[in-house]
T-cell receptor, first 113, second 113 residues
Framework: DAEITQSPRHKITETGRQVTLACHQTWNHNNMFWYRQDLGHGLRLIHY???????NKGEVSDGYSVSRSNTEDLPLTLESAASSQTSVYFCASSSGETNSPLHFGNGTRLTVT | GENVEQHPSTLSVQEGDSAVIKCTYS??????FPWYKQELGKGPQLIID?????GEKKDQRIAVTLNKTAKHFSLHITETQPEDSAVYFC????????????FGTGTRLLVSP
């Protein structure tokens, strides 16, 4: 069955370190998204991609970057981790057809100390 | 841009009771409204959606209603069961040709046996 997997599931890092969270999907979806989930804020869009070599900023993109070198992967990089980036991060994908559903991974819990 | 408000933030009901979660949106151009259910330790999963040309949609024990004039939509769960306990997110999307969902802040539903 097709799926979307995130790794690692849990990560603890120190302030100032570079961190990369992995996202891999086997749906062959064009669209991929990164969200962060914080209490009281719901799910907020960080970056998104509509295909290979395409990346776009979401509403909370500062301090994050993504790259899309193939269809399956959209890694999220925190250039210099900050305590404010402690959160649960979710990757999602969709086919791109009108109103197609998002398929989410199970998340990565990141703690920045 | 679009803003989605969701209420209540927490909802406790007895098994067999009904539960209602309400959302309002700000942008009248939004025309697609999905609902996602998130179980503990997992990513959100689409449970039902509605488009702006429809006022109500049902799927077994769950239903969604949409009032375009008032710009609000609601999730109704009847005959609640303990396995309905989860966090529920509403979302809104404009039909701009690009898939960008704006999520509400979530409702934690607890169904007690």
């Amino acid at each position: 069955d097709a799926e979307i997997t995130q790794s690692p599931r849990h990560k603890i890092t120190e302030t100032g370190r570079q961190v990369t969270l992995a996202c891999h999907q086997t749906w062959n979806h064009n669209n991929m998204f990164w969200y962060r989930q914080d209490l009281g804020h719901g799910l907020r869009l960080i970056h998104y991609s509509y295909g290979v070599q395409d990346t776009n900023k979401g509403e909370v993109s500062d301090g994050y970057s993504v790259s899309r070198s193939n269809t399956e992967d959209l890694p999220l990089t925190l250039e210099s981790a900050a305590s404010s980036q402690t959160s649960v991060y979710f990757c999602a994908s969709s086919s791109g057809e009108t109103n197609s559903p998002l398929h989410f991974g199970n998340g990565t819990r990141l703690t920045v100390t | 841009g679009e803003n989605v408000e969701q209420h209540p933030s927490t909802l406790s009901v007895q098994e067999g009771d009904s539960a209602v979660i309400k959302c309002t949106y700000s942008d009248s151009a939004s025309n697609y409204f999905p609902w996602y259910k998130q179980e503990l330790g997992k990513g959100p999963q689409l449970i039902i959606d509605i488009r702006s040309n429809v006022g109500e949609k049902k799927d077994q024990r769950i239903a969604v209603t949409l009032n375009k004039t008032a710009k609000h939509f609601s999730l109704h769960i009847t005959e609640t069961q303990p396995e309905d306990s989860a966090v529920y997110f509403c979302a809104a999307q404009m039909n701009t040709g690009f898939q960008k969902l704006v999520f509400g802040t979530g409702t934690r539903l607890l169904v007690s046996p």
